[in-house]
């Protein structure tokens, strides 16, 4: 202790201290910069027909053209409506959800596997907007499995 | 020991059997009467504070499997998936380039490989990748498991993905996780 006469002196912690803030103002500046990630399992791209061989169960593909996005049965040919608006970055795809939901309804044994397909000048954001779309609804599930097959003018 | 606590040992010890609290409060206040000039701020409860922070931190930058920092090159959609990472091989595709953990491969140019091989270069170098985790396999280390992390700008043409994507199954790399930043809407 100080003032002992000679003995040991007392530990100076200040430049500890020092290392010790420092420390934290670079773990909390890095920290901040960090973002928050999750993960979405997708099954193979497919060349050719998509939808994984020799699935039974008919399955709906979501094919993201250029300015609008439509519906085919099994690949083929199209559901026999009209084309869906494009999902817009800021916001729900809640057209895209509410017609998955009306064809899950109305084929009862469709595939949980959906085919998402797209030009090949579609940003990847509208495929992940997409996958969100046809994940779930205030109901439950819809289509939690999705395949990513090629691009349509490959 | 800590000053304070040697301090409050001394008091203790001398506080003789029998004493009712009343006399010994005033004892105590006669005490600090007497040592009343501050000789120093005390910094070992704040040291404590700081490392329990620092440890704290450290744990949770720790937690996260895979951290990437977000820039104008680099910068995954936001999803409303809330599956947690799994680790694996990173494929990552920014604006500009192709790295597969996290060594650049190929180069891009309006969304076309640059280099000579063209997408081959990323099957090449998986291909590596998927023979030194074979070989780390087969000398006890964790198994090959055909699990990859792709890690994409929210830009990248589908054209892109669908090309790496392709590389990384003729690879045997047959599992495959977008990372996508969490917080999307519905």
């Not at chain 1, 002196?9 to 201290?17: A, C, F, I, S, T």
């Not at chain 2, 809330?82 to 920014?94: D, F, N, R």
């Amino acid at each position: 202790m100080a003032g002992g006469g000679g003995g040991t002196e007392e530990l100076n912690l200040v430049p500890y201290l020092d290392i010790m803030v420092n420390l934290i103002m670079f773990m909390v500046v890095v920290t901040a910069y960090l973002v928050q990630l999750k993960e979405a399992p997708i099954i193979a791209p497919t060349y050719g027909g998509a939808g994984g061989g020799g699935e039974q169960a008919p399955f709906i593909t979501v094919a993201i053209a250029t300015t609008e996005i439509n519906l085919l049965a099994g690949g083929a040919g199209a559901m026999g409506a009209e084309p869906l608006p494009k999902c817009v970055m800021k916001g729900p795809c809640t057209a895209l959800t509410k017609r998955l939901r009306e064809l899950r309804t109305a084929i009862p044994d469709v595939s949980e596997n959906l085919v998402v397909t797209a030009d090949k000048t579609v940003p990847y954001w509208e495929i992940v907007k997409v996958m969100d779309a046809a994940r779930s609804d205030k109901q439950g599930p819809l289509f939690p499995a999705i395949t990513l097959a090629t691009s349509l003018s490959q | 020991m800590t000053p304070s606590a040697t301090h409050s040992s001394e008091i203790h010890d001398s506080t003789p059997s029998g004493e009712s609290d009343d006399e010994m409060m005033m004892r105590r206040r006669k005490h600090a009467k007497v040592g009343s000039a501050v000789e120093g701020l005390n910094l070992t409860a704040m040291m404590d504070i700081f490392t329990i922070i620092l440890v704290f931190l450290i744990k949770q930058y720790e937690a996260a499997p895979q951290n990437i920092t977000l820039s104008e090159d680099l910068s995954p959609p936001l999803s409303t998936t809330t599956a947690e990472m799994v680790p694996g091989v990173s494929l990552i595709i920014s604006k500009t380039s192709v790295m597969v953990d996290n060594k650049r491969i190929v180069v891009l140019a309006d969304g076309k490989p640059t280099g000579t091989e063209g997408w081959g270069a990323v099957g090449k170098a998986l291909g590596a990748r998927r023979e030194t985790i074979k070989y780390i396999g087969d000398h006890g280390g964790s198994q090959f498991d055909g699990n990859v992390m792709v890690i994409a700008d929210e830009k990248t043409p589908y054209d892109v993905v669908s090309n790496v994507l392709y590389q990384a199954g003729k690879e045997q790399f047959t599992t495959y996780r977008l990372i996508l930043r969490a917080g999307g809407t519905e």
